[in-house]
């Protein structure tokens, strides 16, 4: 839905001296899109508007920086990608925050840990990205609607 502030975000990203690309998806936030696309910068973007190919996006990064909206990180986990979270919405989003961090998963940027420290520690120490995806090993569900459907098929025939 492009929420957030993604060209701010992509500007605080471009300032960082290591060599990345970046991916953006702005979603039906036409707005943002065009913002985005007329940044100058010195790193090469690829900027979407609403897709529906995240699963091969998310296939092509190294990390995701986001907001934890349950359903962005549900799909980060399921494809083993670590998460640094920014701009948390109150509510559901602080708890999936929390529930992130604790289980090793996620860094977070704030007011006093800026984007891009966070993302010039997890360069620096690429085993604190292999950590965090051995992390997410222990908690993703990826064929978790495949279960589910599994579960109430094996309810189902006990009901008979």
């Known amino acids: 839905m ?4 993604l060209a701010e975000t992509v500007q605080e990203l471009d300032k960082i001296d290591e060599d990345f690309q970046m991916i953006t998806v702005c979603g039906k936030n036409q707005e943002v899109k065009d913002k985005i696309d007329n940044l100058v910068t010195k790193k ?7 897709t529906d190919n995240v699963d091969l996006l998310m296939d092509a990064a190294t990390c ?3 907001k934890p909206g349950g ?9 083993n990608l670590p998460i640094i979270i920014v ?12 529930f992130l961090l604790n289980c090793g998963v996620a860094a ?12 010039f520690q997890l360069f620096k120490n690429p085993k604190r990205l292999d950590l965090m995806r051995e ?10 609607t495949k279960d589910i459907c599994e579960f109430i098929k094996q309810i189902g025939s006990t009901q008979d």
């Not at 090469?44 to 609403?50: E, K, M, Q, S």
């Not at 948390?88 to 708890?95: D, L, M, V």
């Not at 222990?138 to 978790?144: E, F, G, Q, V």
């Open 2 to 5: 492009g929420y957030g502030n």
């Open 44 to 50: 090469t973007i690829l900027n979407y508007g609403y």
């Open 64 to 66: 995701i920086v986001t």
């Open 71 to 79: 359903l962005t990180s549900s799909e980060a986990l399921a494809k």
């Open 87 to 98: 701009h948390p919405i109150p509510g559901q989003e602080y708890r999936n925050t929390d």
């Open 108 to 119: 977070k940027a704030s007011s006093t840990t800026p984007l891009c420290e966070v993302i």
């Open 135 to 144: 992390c997410i090993s222990l908690i993703r569900k990826p064929n978790s």
